[in-house]
C-alpha cells in the first residue's frame, strides 16, 4: 500500500513528472506542442521563438515544453514515437497541420539538421503516408550477392550517417571519429565494388539512398545495421553511444522496418508515470 505521508513529502523528481503528464496525452492539441518540444534544437532561439508561434494558442505549451525539457535524452525518442501514434488516430487535417508546423520548426534556423531529416521522415511515415518502396526477395546477407546500386547507396546513406555517428558533428564539418566510423564500416563493401568517397551528400541525396536501402530484402537490412551500430560502438567512450548516434540509428531502423540490435536497443529507455 502507498504511504500518503511519504508521498506528500518525497522528494520532486522531475523525470518521473514528465513521463507522468505526458503519459496521460490524447488530445490533438497538447499531442502537437509535445510533439514539436520533442523537435526542437537544442540552444537555437530562432527554433524556439517559431515553437512559440506555432503553440501560441495552446494554454499547457510552456509546461509541457518544460516537460519535455526534463527527459532524459535516451527517452526522449521513444516518446516521439509513442505520441507520433497517438496522433496518427487525429483526424487527417490536424496531422497535416502538425507537418506544416514541423516545417516551419525545422526551418527555423535557415538550415535543416541531418537528423531533422530523419524525423521528418519518421513523422510522415507515423502520420499516415503509404510506404512506397517494397523489399526485395534475396537468398541471403552475404555481400557478394548484393547488388552495386545498393552497394553505392550504402555508400551514400553511410556518409550520411557519419554527421552524427559516432558524435554529432553539428554545423560543422565531420570529425576524425566520425570519418574513422565510415571507414571501418564501408571496410567490408568497398572490397565489392568501387564506391564513391565518404563526403557527407546532401539530403535529397541521402533520401534517395535510403529509398534504395529500403528494397533491400529483410535478410540484408538486419547485416547492415549491425555494422552501423557495432562499428559506433566500437568508437563510442566507455562504448556507450551518444544520444545523437543512437538516436539516428534507432530512425534508420525504423524507416527501414527492421528490429534494432540489442546494442542499440539498450540505449533507450522509457519513464513509466509515477505511481498513484
Known sequence: ?????????????????????????HGA?????????LLL??????????????????????????????LPGPARLPWLELLLARMALQPLGLRQELLQATRRIMSARGTARPIDRLHWLLMRRAL????????????????????EP???????????????????????????????????????????????????????AAIRALSTLQTLSLMQ????????????????????LTDSAADALRLTCSLLDTPMPPELDRHFVTLEPAAK
Open 29 to 37: 492539441l497538447e499531442l502537437k506542442a509535445t510533439l514539436l518540444a
Open 128 to 147: 499516415g503516408e503509404p510506404l512506397v518502396a517494397q523489399p526485395r526477395p534475396a537468398p541471403s546477407g552475404d555481400v557478394a550477392e548484393w547488388l
Open 41 to 70: 534544437p537544442g540552444g537555437s532561439q530562432r527554433a524556439l521563438r517559431a515553437y512559440d508561434i506555432e503553440t501560441a494558442d495552446i494554454r499547457p505549451a510552456p509546461s509541457l515544453h518544460e516537460h519535455v525539457r526534463n
Open 150 to 204: 545498393d552497394l553505392i547507396a550504402i555508400g551514400t546513406y553511410s556518409a550520411f550517417l557519419s554527421r552524427m555517428v559516432p558524435e554529432d558533428a553539428g554545423d560543422g564539418a565531420v570529425g576524425p571519429a566520425n570519418k574513422q566510423w565510415y571507414a571501418g564500416v564501408m571496410e567490408a563493401w568497398q572490397a565489392a565494388a568501387s564506391l564513391p568517397g565518404g563526403e557527407p551528400p546532401g539530403g535529397e
Open 1 to 25: 500500500m502507498v504511504d500518503a505521508n511519504a508521498l506528500q513529502y518525497a522528494k520532486p523528481d522531475p523525470q518521473r513528472d514528465a513521463a507522468d503528464r505526458l503519459g496521460r496525452l
Open 221 to 240: 537490412r538486419p547485416v547492415l545495421v549491425r555494422g552501423w551500430v557495432a562499428g559506433a560502438v566500437k568508437l563510442s567512450r566507455h562504448f556507450r
